[in-house]
């Protein structure tokens, strides 16, 4: 059985995905989670890094990267 990106993004959650890389998250909401961006060179000191819980997409602010689990992983 093979999926489609499609499925496949729809079967993974981003903020499970960052737990399981060791990223801590600083606070949740009811329609998002924020923690330090693990992306970028910055020092993020300030939570800015935005998971989306009903798109399943995240937005940095501090660095400005952007997408889904398959970009994260990228």
């Not at 059985?1 to 959650?13: F, H, K, P, R, W």
Request: charged share 20%; aromatic share 6%; hydrophobic share 40%.
């Amino acid at each position: 059985m093979s999926l489609n990106t499609e499925e496949l993004l729809g079967a993974i959650d981003v903020l499970t995905l960052l737990k399981e890389l060791g990223v801590a998250v600083a606070s949740t909401t009811e329609n998002c989670a924020r923690l330090c961006c693990p992306l970028g060179t910055l020092q993020d000191s300030d939570p800015s890094f935005l998971v989306y819980f009903d798109t399943k997409r995240f937005k940095c602010l501090s660095c400005n990267e952007g997408g889904d689990a398959i970009a994260l992983t990228a």
